[in-house]
Nanobody, 115 residues
């Protein structure tokens, strides 16, 4: 069993930056990868960024070049560094962990980009 706790959401102005954190606890030793997803009301959850245990990263087209997904293995924590934020980045951001056959999700953290 793995528990994920996100933090770092909030209100930021367009063009600003924000860093989200996702800490994994419980039994995270077999996690193959972690990622960030986001969702707005009425739309499907979409992938923002993922990182594999070997370090391979992937980014959604709308955030490529603006967001980064660094991690701290010693702390079992993955981050989402969001730069040059736009109003369309407003969403609830969820962390997930792939621990086959299980897929764990955090409760989400709200990010609002507005002036």
């Amino acid at each position: 069993q793995v528990q994920l706790v996100e933090s770092g959401g909030g209100l930021v102005q367009p063009g600003g930056s924000l860093r989200l954190s996702c800490a994994a606890s419980g039994n995270p030793v077999n996690i193959l990868g972690m990622g960030w997803y986001r969702q707005v009301p009425g739309k499907q959850r979409e992938v923002v960024a993922t990182i594999h245990m070997y370090g391979n990263t992937n980014y959604g087209a709308s955030v490529k070049g603006r967001f980064l997904i660094p991690r701290d293995n010693a702390k079992n924590t993955v981050y989402l560094q969001m730069n040059s934020l736009k109003p369309e980045d407003t969403a609830v951001y969820y962390c997930n962990a792939d621990d086959p056959p299980y897929l764990y999700w955090g409760l989400g953290t709200q990010v609002t980009v507005s002036s």
